[in-house]
């Protein structure tokens, strides 16, 4: 198995393709298994790298690992270890505070981001009331999908998802089950980030967000994207908090064309 011995973490990651380097960081519903619709699209013309956050999946945090160490540290660490000096990062949900993360501590190793459905743990307050304002309603989905998987949809994924493709639902399902229980309860190691960190972003960015999202509403996404210079914002229609998942044919047309257009394919 492909394991990197980091200072902060054991990481597990797979790695393939060829070309410009592309990392895909999961979110909290997943690992590296949740890109399986897009690395069979990327990685003719890219080099493709999926891993497991520590505390997910097959990777682990080191006894040694600093209190203070983030995400983005230990992405750090495995970009170094992997001998990749710039990459692009694609981030889902919680991947955003890994990929916010790298660009505070080393913002010269990203060439492009891509945020779907992650305010990226940025402190703005619009950011913070638009979450506020949907902590109800989906702390009401997850407590209905807690009490029953069966039959309640996951809020990760969507109500759409569940009732039109429940074998897709029930795959993410799966996915999920391949982390330790409790893998996404602490926060401690996700870190928070000023708006002016956002603000210094003036790499090429795209934002997707789904129109159905409970998780990442479209106000905070709106607001980043309004934070980060000339980014770019797209909505996938019918689509919940993963639509990289619930539809990667126009996500991978979206994140391909903002590739392309940034001179990274």
Not at 171 to 186: H, T, V, W
Request: with cysteine; proline share 6%; aromatic share 10%.
């Amino acid at each position: 198995m492909p394991i990197a011995e980091l200072a902060s973490a054991s990481v597990y990651y797979e790695r393939s393709g060829g070309g410009p380097s592309l990392i895909f960081a999961h979110g909290a519903g997943g690992n590296h298994r949740s890109w399986w619709q897009q690395i069979p699209h990327f990685e003719s013309d890219f080099d493709c790298v999926v891993f497991d956050h520590p505390g997910f999946g097959q990777s682990r945090w080191s006894q040694g690992a600093n209190d203070g160490a983030i995400y983005g540290d230990a992405l750090i660490e495995l970009l170094d270890h992997l001998h990749i000096d710039t990459a692009a990062i694609i981030a889902q949900s919680m991947g955003g505070w890994t990929a916010m993360g790298v660009h505070s501590r080393q913002p010269q190793r990203i060439k492009a981001l891509v945020f779907a459905s992650t305010a990226g743990g940025v402190t703005a307050p619009e950011i913070l009331e638009a979450r506020a304002n949907n902590a109800s309603l989906l702390q009401g989905q997850r407590e209905r999908f807690a009490a029953d998987p069966e039959h309640a949809f996951n809020p990760a994924l969507g109500e759409r998802a569940h009732g039109e493709n429940p074998k897709l639902h029930a795959l993410y399902g799966e996915i999920a089950n391949d982390n330790p229980p409790g893998a996404a309860s602490d926060r401690s190691r996700w870190g928070e980030f000023e708006p002016a960190i956002a603000e210094s972003i003036f790499v090429p960015t795209l934002l997707v967000n789904g129109d159905e999202d409970n998780i990442a509403p479209y106000a905070s996404i709106r607001k980043l994207a309004d934070l980060i210079p000339n980014s770019r914002l797209e909505v996938i229609k019918q689509s919940g908090h993963s639509g990289y998942f619930e539809h990667p044919d126009q996500f991978n047309k979206l994140v391909g064309s903002f590739l392309n257009e940034s001179a990274l394919s």
